[in-house]
């Protein structure tokens, strides 16, 4: 039985080429999902397991990424982790540097730096943070997908699993694989927690009684069952439902940006292949290469149809590219039907080019950039603050000076201990540390006492007094304090 020839829906402004494209036929795939069915049920999908070029290259960046990320919270840098997030301590470390909450403006610029690469990658590449290393698509197409083809068999067989009675054999590989689901789960979110508490602390809990740590227990029991479900049943839904960085294409594509795309111009009119017929026949019946085989959509993750433009569920994984090369190889016909291109490159046949507002938001980056670089290069070994404590005021001292008592917070954020001294820099007066005689600020670590400044009752020429600190380690001056010493209201003058 033959197939009618099919046509796609060509994007608005495409010029119309009766030579080319015979008719156009808008479709109704905006007006439902791909994965759902008319009353809204869910619509499993089983792509068929990609072979390619472009697949083998894939595999080995995420094979890179797995690596780093299972292996970054056992590597030391300076004796510090690779990176970790310790959200309860406060406490981070980014390859190898600790930073703590008083480091929030290097946090936020460095946040504003990765949001704007992904801002210009998007607009110039299209969504090729979701195609090659976002952990969603790392983890579901590098890890879980190809057990599933290992335990389940290809996209007709895991069909065929799915309608097949419930037998031994049945059970086996589907109990199986959620085994592995479940401990490959179990892994990840050990894995992450590893990133916020660190690895030395995470094998600490693993070699210690259960009991003690029920709490620790039941979240990484509740993450677990998060992740399980996100990779076993969830899927594509977390990057068409829950992801919002797919509904931002809108705004950051253009004709100019490079997507995974299909050459409308060179596949339609569409038309079934046969041996017999030559190139030069079949375009002399207004047919053009796409032969509509439909492996584009077999082996797309998402369900959708590349034929049909670029779209909000589609991840640029490239699978449709890799598929459609292999069915031209087959018919000898030049690869690239479906590519990276732009809607200019396809329409008028424009070349890779920056644009203003590209190259506005490469000003951009380069701009937060160099303030990263700024913020990174000024920031001090030692961070103090210093604060006058709670409820307190001035004590008269016996040997008649006044005193005001401080609260010290010094944070280490270097990987050797650092010995502190503070100096009164404008005034003659003295500084004595409570509890100790001298102050050693341990590695990566926050220290906090108390101090006791005693100046002259002769230098207060009112209540308060300005005061400067500075912070040396050694006879290097690191930072200097502000703060303010409050002494007795002067006595008013006796009316005559």
């Not at 981070?92 to 460095?110: H, M, R």
């Not at 210009?120 to 969504?127: D, E, L, M, N, P």
């Not at 433009?309 to 890799?322: F, K, L, P």
């Not at 990566?444 to 020429?461: V, W």
Request: contains cysteine.
């Amino acid at each position: 039985m033959k197939t009618p020839p099919k046509t796609a829906p060509v994007p608005p402004t495409a010029p119309t080429d009766n030579q080319v494209i015979k008719k156009v036929d808008w479709g109704d795939f905006r007006d439902h999902l791909a994965t759902a069915d008319k009353d809204g049920r869910r619509m499993w999908l089983y792509p068929k397991k990609p072979r390619g070029q472009l697949y083998n290259l894939r595999t080995w960046v995420n094979f890179v990424l797995l690596a780093i990320m299972f292996a970054g919270p056992f590597v030391r840098i300076n004796g510090s982790p690779l990176l970790m997030m310790n959200i309860v301590d406060r406490r981070f470390v980014i390859l190898g540097q600790t930073f703590w909450p008083q480091d929030l403006p290097i946090f936020a610029t460095a946040m504003l730096i990765f949001l704007t690469g992904i801002v210009i990658f998007t607009a110039a590449f299209g969504r090729l943070w979701c195609g090659w290393t976002c952990p969603q698509t790392v983890l579901m197409e590098g890890v879980f997908r190809k057990l599933e083809y290992w335990i389940e068999g290809d996209s007709h067989q895991q069909r065929a699993l799915s309608k097949a009675p419930w037998t031994a054999g049945k059970i086996l590989k589907r109990g199986g694989k959620h085994a592995l689901f479940l401990a490959l789960s179990f892994l990840i979110g050990n894995t992450l927690l590893s990133y916020i508490i660190g690895s030395d602390a995470l094998l600490k809990i693993i070699t210690d009684n259960p009991a003690d740590h029920v709490k620790g227990l039941t979240f990484m029991v509740l993450f677990t069952l998060v992740f399980y479900g996100i990779f076993a049943r969830f899927r594509e839904q977390a990057c068409t439902f829950i992801c919002p960085y797919g509904r931002f294409q809108s705004t950051l594509l253009d004709e100019n940006s490079i997507v995974v795309a299909y050459d409308y111009k060179r596949g339609e009119k569409r038309g079934i292949f046969r041996r017999k017929e030559g190139a030069q026949a079949r375009k002399t019946s207004g047919l053009g290469d796409c032969v509509d085989c439909k492996q584009c959509v077999n082996v797309c993750p998402t369900g959708i149809d590349i034929r049909d433009g670029t779209q909000m569920e589609c991840v640029n994984c490239t699978a449709c590219i890799d598929a459609c090369n292999n069915v031209m190889d087959k018919i000898s016909r030049p690869r690239g039907l479906i590519r990276y291109a732009s809607l200019n490159g396809i329409e008028r046949g424009e070349p890779i080019r920056l644009t203003p507002r590209l190259l506005g938001y490469v000003g951009v980056l380069l701009a937060l950039i160099g303030l990263f670089l700024f913020l990174l290069f000024t920031r001090t070994e030692i961070q103090t603050t210093l604060l006058r404590a709670p409820g307190a005021l001035f004590q008269q001292m016996p040997n008649g000076k006044i005193a005001n008592l401080y609260t010290v917070k010094l944070v280490n954020k270097t990987h050797h201990d650092i010995p502190v001294t503070l100096r009164l820099e404008d005034s003659p007066g003295e500084i004595r540390v409570m509890s100790q005689r001298d102050i050693v600020v341990p590695a990566e670590r926050l220290f906090e006492t108390s101090l006791l400044i005693e100046l002259d009752a002769s230098q207060l020429g009112d209540n308060n007094r300005p005061l400067r600190i500075g912070v040396y380690s050694g006879d290097v001056r690191i930072e200097t304090l502000k703060t303010v010493f409050v002494g007795p209201r002067p006595k008013a003058n006796p009316q005559p």
